[in-house]
């Protein structure tokens, strides 16, 4: 299978780090806004409903304050991944229970379901299971410094 590199699919207009959401699905329908001013996604409620109907079938808090919603959907133009990060904790069902504060969404077409898809969330697995790498997502200060750590792995 080929490589997919994250920074392929994640630019600066799909970051933000000064996420303003106090709910969950706010972080989704603001990291959604994203995606459909770059042109990734062609239907803000149509992929937000996709994305918490996934949201409902399972935990995508994966401790240490990171969360990775995904939405597999028909409102996907390009595979995509958004990033927020917010000076505040917002609650999440997450697998050691505590809020997140840095949220990974994926936003993947439906053709891709299987292949990119996995891709993707095995990279960022990767990454995350990286003591390193999860600290200094907590303290990145600019977009570019956000790139460029997805980028070095």
Known sequence: ME????????NENLVTLDLKANTKKEAIEELTDLLVKNGNVNDKDGFVKDVLFRESEGVTGLGQGIAIPHGKSWFVNTTSIAIGISKHYIEWESLDGGPVNVIILF???NEDANTLHLTLLQGIAILLANEDFVKAIH???????????LSSN
Do not use: N
Not at 4 to 10: A, C, E, F
Not at 144 to 149: P, T, V
């Open 139 to 149: 303290k990145v200060d600019s977009k570019e410094e956000l790139i460029s750590l």
């Open 3 to 10: 490589m997919v590199k994250l920074s392929q699919v994640v």
């Open 107 to 109: 936003a993947v077409r």
